[in-house]
């Protein structure tokens, strides 16, 4: 791989304009990035002068400037530096600065990966003489470096799938393999593990791999705390009943990860804390904790411990498709991780950045993001759930919420296969509700608008719950349509189980519930 053009073009850019390395946040060059002392000396010392008030270096510059180092001066002369620098500064084209950075920054990641044993014959092809050498060339030209590594790891993903998935004929009749989905519906194996809310369950059939959902609503409503539960609910098999004081077992043991973009790791784990333990979170933040609830905390600790690599948490203050795709990625193929919430998604001056100069339109770059997300959950096979703000015009919406009433338009929801809005009842419906309400004893402060399921047969309904925003647990109470009627659900399906099958669960659960003080 020969990047000696490249290098020549940056260094003698960088002459003419040392301010490009101001620019980090498009440029980030270092000494590693180039492959001979020579050269290493040569950035490192238009650096210095740059940072030193330089604003145009010339070849008498560098040459003072390296004769106080008596091996680097030797090397200059070697290379034959001066008549180098000169060829640098004359036949360096500015303006395309960005096409040899990017080139440079290309070839690096290909020697990068060649060291750890990947081949890249296919990214490029220094022998010209080797068959569709040219076309693979030209192909490398209009790659970028994230577009490299993402092809690696699909390459690898694919040799993975060969060891780790039963390889099925992607073509086939009408009739073969038909009776394996009619034996795949008494197991219920088209659904996914469920989230906290039975009737959401019911609409989604559970958070099922490979499926990309989207929950809105007004600051304030908990959309944060919604996902946290949900993903507390996939991934700790117990939490705290604080009615019959027994830990029971009320969820699955999955490998979560939470991407928050605004809450720091120790809110989301007071969250956790508070979810498991029943115990408000705002005692999590100012203690006094009774004697009870102490032992309750120890209990939450052992649940946490023996399932700590079920939940981790990430702070992705500025996130950019490409950081977040990548990341993803590595944690999903690293670590496991089956489910993945992402909080949430919203413009910022990161992305802004990542596609400045292609003058895309917000609602644009809110689908790129979306579509990141469910082509993520596709590639990958996993959940994915994230969450948007909603528009002023909201809560005047008299009927089903639907993408009108999403901030930054409705282009955000085109790529997810669920879409929800969450709202506050109004006093005028709960007046109508009030019978329905009356039956289960509770009213409930949050309605979750159901205007987009890609497979299922419920959309276009209201589902009524109890979201105690405190503890973190949401019970649903009932469904109606549009018109506040209820939905007869007395021949549907619902779901919210949990798996009693396993003997580690129940020593687990004996030995909490022994250790309580009750």
Same mark, same amino acid.
């Given at each position: 791989?020969?990047?000696?053009?490249?290098?020549?073009?940056?260094?003698?850019?960088?002459?003419?304009?040392?301010?490009?390395?101001?620019?980090?946040?498009?440029?980030?060059?270092s000494i590693s990035d180039f492959s001979t002392n020579f050269e290493r000396y040569l950035f490192?010392?238009?650096?210095?002068?740059?940072?030193?008030?330089?604003?145009?270096?010339?070849?008498?510059?560098?040459?003072?400037?390296?004769?106080?180092?008596?091996?680097?001066?030797?090397?200059?002369?070697?290379?034959?530096?001066?008549?180098?620098?000169?060829?640098?500064? *004359?036949?360096?084209? #500015?303006?395309?600065? %960005?096409? =040899?950075?990017?080139? $440079?920054? &290309?070839? !690096? /990641?290909?020697?990068?990966? *060649?060291?750890?044993? #990947?081949?890249?014959? %296919?990214? =490029?092809?220094?022998? $010209?003489? &080797?068959? !569709? /050498?040219?076309?693979?060339?030209?192909?490398?030209?209009?790659?970028?470096?994230?577009?490299?590594?993402?092809?690696?790891?699909?390459?690898?993903?694919?040799?993975?799938?060969?060891?780790?998935?039963?390889?099925?004929?992607?073509?086939?009749?009408?009739?073969?393999?038909?009776?394996?989905?009619?034996?795949?519906?008494?197991?219920?194996?088209?659904?996914?593990?469920?989230?906290?809310?039975?009737?959401?369950?019911?609409?989604?059939?559970?958070?099922?791999?490979?499926?990309?959902?989207?929950?809105?609503?007004?600051?304030?409503?908990?959309?944060?705390?919604?996902?946290?539960?949900?993903?507390?609910?996939?991934?700790?098999?117990?939490?705290?009943?604080?009615?019959?004081?027994?830990?029971?077992?009320?969820?699955?043991?999955?490998?979560?990860?939470?991407?928050?973009?605004?809450?720091?790791?120790?809110?989301?784990?007071?969250?956790?804390?508070?979810?498991?333990?029943?115990?408000?979170?705002?005692?999590?933040?100012?203690?006094?904790?009774?004697?009870?609830?102490?032992?309750?905390?120890?209990?939450a600790l052992v649940v946490l411990k023996t399932y700590q690599e079920n939940f981790l948490i990430?702070?992705?203050?500025?996130?950019?498709?490409?950081?977040?795709?990548?990341?993803?990625?590595?944690?999903?193929?690293?670590?496991?991780?089956?489910?993945?919430?992402?909080?949430?998604?919203?413009?910022?001056?990161?992305?802004?950045?990542?596609?400045?100069?292609?003058?895309?339109?917000?609602?644009?770059?809110?689908?790129?993001?979306?579509?990141?997300?469910?082509?993520?959950?596709?590639?990958?096979?996993?959940?994915?759930?994230?969450?948007?703000?909603?528009?002023?015009?909201?809560?005047?919406?008299?009927?089903?919420?639907?993408?009108?009433?999403?901030?930054?338009?409705?282009?955000?929801?085109?790529?997810?296969?669920?879409?929800?809005?969450?709202?506050?009842?109004?006093?005028?419906?709960?007046?109508?509700?009030?019978?329905?309400?009356?039956?289960?004893?509770?009213?409930?402060?949050?309605?979750?608008?159901?205007?987009?399921?890609?497979?299922?047969?419920?959309?276009?309904?209201?589902?009524?719950?109890?979201?105690?925003?405190?503890?973190?647990?949401?019970?649903?109470?009932?469904?109606?349509?549009?018109?506040?009627?209820?939905?007869?659900?007395?021949?549907?399906?619902?779901?919210?189980?949990?798996?009693?099958?396993?003997?580690?669960?129940?020593?687990?659960?004996?030995?909490?519930?022994?250790?309580?003080?009750?």
């Open positions: 791989m020969n990047e000696k053009n490249d290098v020549i073009q940056i260094i003698g850019s960088l002459m003419k304009k040392p301010s490009l390395l101001s620019q980090t946040d498009k440029y980030s060059l490192d010392c238009i650096e210095g002068l740059y940072y030193n008030g330089a604003n145009k270096i010339s070849v008498i510059d560098i040459e003072n400037s390296l004769s106080s180092n008596a091996v680097a001066l030797k090397i200059f002369e070697q290379n034959k530096g001066h008549e180098y620098l000169e060829d640098a500064e *004359e036949f360096a084209e #500015v303006e395309n600065f %960005d096409y =040899y950075y990017g080139h $440079l920054k &290309k070839i !690096n /990641a290909l020697k990068d990966l *060649e060291k750890i044993g #990947v081949a890249t014959e %296919d990214f =490029y092809c220094p022998d $010209l003489t &080797k068959p !569709n /050498a040219i076309e693979i060339n030209k192909k490398f030209e209009r790659l970028t470096v994230s577009e490299i590594f993402d092809e690696a790891k699909r390459k690898i993903l694919k040799v993975e799938r060969k060891y780790t998935n039963d390889s099925i004929s992607e073509t086939k009749n009408a009739y073969e393999g038909i009776e394996d989905i009619i034996d795949a519906a008494y197991v219920g194996a088209d659904i996914g593990l469920p989230v906290q809310g039975k009737l959401l369950n019911m609409v989604m059939g559970g958070a099922r791999r490979s499926t990309f959902a989207i929950r809105s609503g007004a600051s304030g409503l908990g959309k944060t705390r919604g996902m946290v539960a949900d993903a507390c609910f996939l991934a700790f098999p117990f939490r705290f009943n604080t009615s019959t004081c027994l830990w029971e077992q009320k969820g699955s043991a999955e490998k979560v990860l939470f991407i928050a973009t605004e809450q720091g790791p120790a809110e989301i784990q007071r969250m956790i804390l508070a979810y498991l333990t029943g115990i408000n979170e705002s005692k999590f933040r100012y203690g006094q904790f009774t004697e009870l609830e102490e032992n309750i905390i120890k209990q990430t702070k992705m203050p500025s996130p950019t498709n490409e950081l977040l795709k990548s990341f993803i990625r590595e944690k999903c193929i690293l670590e496991g991780i089956t489910h993945v919430f992402f909080d949430y998604i919203s413009i910022s001056p990161s992305l802004i950045q990542e596609f400045k100069g292609l003058n895309l339109r917000n609602d644009e770059l809110l689908l790129i993001l979306s579509t990141t997300l469910k082509d993520i959950a596709s590639e990958l096979d996993v959940f994915v759930m994230s969450a948007t703000q909603v528009n002023a015009s909201a809560d005047q919406n008299k009927d089903i919420r639907n993408e009108a009433s999403l901030a930054g338009g409705r282009s955000t929801i085109n790529k997810a296969d669920y879409g929800f809005i969450m709202a506050r009842p109004t006093p005028e419906e709960l007046d109508v509700l009030e019978p329905v309400s009356a039956k289960f004893g509770v009213v409930p402060n949050v309605v979750t608008d159901v205007f987009k399921v890609r497979a299922g047969e419920w959309t276009q309904v209201r589902i009524w719950s109890y979201f105690d925003l405190g503890i973190l647990r949401k019970e649903d109470l009932f469904m109606t349509d549009s018109r506040l009627n209820v939905v007869d659900l007395s021949n549907s399906y619902v779901f919210d189980y949990e798996n009693w099958e396993s003997e580690e669960y129940m020593k687990i659960l004996d030995e909490l519930n022994k250790g309580m003080v009750v």
